[in-house]
Protein backbone atom coordinates (compact mmCIF):
# COMPACT_ATOMS: atom_id res chain seq x y z
CA UNK A 1 0.00 0.00 0.00
CA UNK A 2 1.34 3.12 -1.24
CA UNK A 3 2.38 6.00 1.20
CA UNK A 4 0.76 9.36 1.74
CA UNK A 5 2.85 11.47 4.28
CA UNK A 6 0.83 13.85 6.74
CA UNK A 7 0.31 17.21 5.51
CA UNK A 8 2.38 20.19 7.04
CA UNK A 9 0.69 23.01 8.68
CA UNK A 10 -0.15 25.50 5.73
CA UNK A 11 -1.44 22.48 3.84
CA UNK A 12 -4.91 22.35 6.10
CA UNK A 13 -6.94 24.92 7.83
CA UNK A 14 -6.73 25.29 11.60
CA UNK A 15 -9.42 23.66 12.73
CA UNK A 16 -8.84 20.58 10.62
CA UNK A 17 -5.80 19.99 13.14
CA UNK A 18 -8.23 18.71 15.46
CA UNK A 19 -8.55 15.43 13.11
CA UNK A 20 -5.01 15.10 11.22
CA UNK A 21 -3.46 15.43 14.93
CA UNK A 22 -5.11 12.08 15.42
CA UNK A 23 -3.17 10.29 13.32
CA UNK A 24 0.54 8.79 13.66
CA UNK A 25 3.13 10.44 11.89
CA UNK A 26 4.00 7.12 10.28
CA UNK A 27 2.86 7.68 5.75
CA UNK A 28 0.28 4.81 6.31
CA UNK A 29 -2.92 6.99 5.67
CA UNK A 30 -4.67 4.15 3.35
CA UNK A 31 -3.59 0.98 5.80
CA UNK A 32 -5.00 3.23 8.61
CA UNK A 33 -8.11 4.01 6.98
CA UNK A 34 -8.57 0.23 6.22
CA UNK A 35 -8.13 -1.05 9.63
CA UNK A 36 -9.84 1.94 11.30
CA UNK A 37 -13.11 0.63 9.26
CA UNK A 38 -12.79 -2.75 10.13
CA UNK A 39 -12.36 -2.03 13.74
CA UNK A 40 -14.92 0.60 14.06
CA UNK A 41 -17.06 -2.18 12.11
CA UNK A 42 -16.58 -4.51 14.82
CA UNK A 43 -17.47 -2.04 18.06
CA UNK A 44 -20.63 -1.04 16.58
CA UNK A 45 -21.69 -4.17 16.00
CA UNK A 46 -20.85 -5.42 19.04
CA UNK A 47 -23.44 -2.46 21.04
CA UNK A 48 -26.70 -3.36 21.92
CA UNK A 49 -29.32 -2.41 19.22
CA UNK A 50 -31.09 0.53 21.57
CA UNK A 51 -27.64 1.97 22.24
CA UNK A 52 -27.61 2.79 18.29
CA UNK A 53 -30.67 5.09 19.06
CA UNK A 54 -29.46 6.47 21.62
CA UNK A 55 -28.68 10.37 22.47
CA UNK A 56 -26.74 11.75 25.31
CA UNK A 57 -28.67 14.81 25.17
CA UNK A 58 -31.26 17.00 23.57
CA UNK A 59 -31.01 17.42 19.66
CA UNK A 60 -27.48 14.98 20.04
CA UNK A 61 -26.80 12.36 17.23
CA UNK A 62 -27.83 8.94 17.14
CA UNK A 63 -25.00 6.38 17.05
CA UNK A 64 -26.69 5.33 13.59
CA UNK A 65 -26.91 9.08 12.43
CA UNK A 66 -23.08 10.25 13.62
CA UNK A 67 -22.22 6.55 11.32
CA UNK A 68 -24.57 8.31 8.27
CA UNK A 69 -22.43 11.54 8.78
CA UNK A 70 -18.96 10.17 8.27
CA UNK A 71 -20.00 8.11 5.65
CA UNK A 72 -21.40 11.79 4.09
CA UNK A 73 -18.08 13.30 5.42
CA UNK A 74 -16.04 11.14 3.50
CA UNK A 75 -17.65 11.27 -0.01
CA UNK A 76 -17.61 15.03 0.65
CA UNK A 77 -13.98 15.30 1.05
CA UNK A 78 -12.93 12.51 -1.13
CA UNK A 79 -15.23 14.51 -3.96
CA UNK A 80 -13.04 17.77 -2.99
CA UNK A 81 -9.57 15.44 -2.85
CA UNK A 82 -10.61 14.53 -6.37
CA UNK A 83 -11.22 18.10 -7.58
CA UNK A 84 -8.16 19.30 -6.35
CA UNK A 85 -6.05 16.47 -7.43
CA UNK A 86 -7.47 17.33 -11.14
CA UNK A 87 -6.26 20.78 -10.58
CA UNK A 88 -10.26 22.59 -10.44
CA UNK A 89 -10.18 26.04 -10.00
CA UNK A 90 -13.27 26.97 -8.88
CA UNK A 91 -13.74 27.00 -5.04
CA UNK A 92 -16.13 24.15 -3.97
CA UNK A 93 -19.30 24.91 -1.94
CA UNK A 94 -19.71 23.79 2.41
CA UNK A 95 -22.06 22.04 3.41
CA UNK A 96 -24.41 21.93 6.83
CA UNK A 97 -23.37 18.68 8.50
CA UNK A 98 -26.81 19.10 10.42
CA UNK A 99 -29.13 19.44 7.39
CA UNK A 100 -27.66 16.58 5.70
CA UNK A 101 -28.01 14.63 9.25
CA UNK A 102 -31.98 15.41 9.60
CA UNK A 103 -32.49 14.19 5.90
CA UNK A 104 -29.95 10.99 6.25
CA UNK A 105 -32.90 8.58 7.50
CA UNK A 106 -30.41 6.81 9.59
CA UNK A 107 -32.54 5.80 12.29
CA UNK A 108 -34.59 4.03 10.08
CA UNK A 109 -31.91 2.06 8.04
CA UNK A 110 -30.30 -0.98 9.31
CA UNK A 111 -27.06 -1.48 10.55
CA UNK A 112 -26.38 -3.75 7.80
CA UNK A 113 -27.16 -1.46 5.18
CA UNK A 114 -25.06 1.53 6.45
CA UNK A 115 -22.10 -0.33 7.20
CA UNK A 116 -22.50 -1.42 3.41
CA UNK A 117 -22.88 1.80 1.85
CA UNK A 118 -19.54 2.36 4.65
CA UNK A 119 -17.28 -0.01 3.23
CA UNK A 120 -18.25 0.92 -0.89
CA UNK A 121 -17.50 5.07 0.28
CA UNK A 122 -14.34 3.61 2.19
CA UNK A 123 -13.53 1.46 -0.66
CA UNK A 124 -13.84 4.03 -2.85
CA UNK A 125 -11.56 6.55 -1.46
CA UNK A 126 -8.76 3.93 -1.07
CA UNK A 127 -8.78 3.06 -4.32
CA UNK A 128 -8.78 6.81 -5.23
CA UNK A 129 -6.08 7.54 -3.19
CA UNK A 130 -3.90 4.65 -4.75
CA UNK A 131 -4.01 6.47 -7.75
CA UNK A 132 -2.86 9.69 -6.92
CA UNK A 133 0.97 10.65 -6.98
CA UNK A 134 3.09 12.71 -4.92
CA UNK A 135 2.24 16.20 -7.61
CA UNK A 136 -1.37 15.47 -7.45
CA UNK A 137 -1.08 14.42 -3.69
CA UNK A 138 0.39 18.30 -2.83
CA UNK A 139 -2.00 19.99 -5.02
CA UNK A 140 -4.06 22.81 -3.20
CA UNK A 141 -7.98 23.46 -4.28
CA UNK A 142 -10.36 25.91 -2.46
CA UNK A 143 -13.82 24.49 -0.39
CA UNK A 144 -16.11 26.67 2.16
CA UNK A 145 -13.45 29.12 1.65
CA UNK A 146 -10.34 26.75 3.15
CA UNK A 147 -7.45 26.21 1.20
CA UNK A 148 -6.28 22.78 1.15
CA UNK A 149 -3.96 20.06 0.38
CA UNK A 150 -5.49 16.93 -1.42
CA UNK A 151 -3.19 15.09 1.01
CA UNK A 152 -5.26 16.94 3.43
CA UNK A 153 -8.61 16.01 2.84
CA UNK A 154 -7.44 12.17 3.34
CA UNK A 155 -5.87 13.29 6.83
CA UNK A 156 -9.14 14.95 7.43
CA UNK A 157 -11.34 11.74 6.42
CA UNK A 158 -9.44 9.40 8.90
CA UNK A 159 -9.22 11.91 11.48
CA UNK A 160 -12.68 13.02 11.31
CA UNK A 161 -13.80 9.19 11.57
CA UNK A 162 -11.88 9.17 15.08
CA UNK A 163 -13.20 12.15 16.72
CA UNK A 164 -16.55 11.21 16.24
CA UNK A 165 -15.39 7.24 17.36
CA UNK A 166 -13.64 8.97 20.56
CA UNK A 167 -16.97 10.84 21.16
CA UNK A 168 -19.18 7.58 20.91
CA UNK A 169 -16.69 5.98 23.35
CA UNK A 170 -16.82 8.87 26.02
CA UNK A 171 -20.43 10.56 25.75
CA UNK A 172 -22.52 7.12 24.37
CA UNK A 173 -21.28 4.76 26.22
CA UNK A 174 -21.04 5.98 29.92
CA UNK A 175 -24.85 5.95 30.51
Known amino acids: MRKVEKPKDGEFPLYASMYINLLPDDGFLLKHLEENFKKIREFILA?????????????????????????????IYAYRALCF????QTELPGFDQNDYVLFSNANDRSLE???????????ATITLYEGFDEIALSRFGIANNNRATVRAMG????????????IIREKYLKH
Open 85 to 88: ARNE
Open 113 to 123: NIFREYEAVRN
Open 47 to 75: LPEERLLYRYALNKWTIKEILVHIIDDER
Open 155 to 166: YHIAGHELHHIN
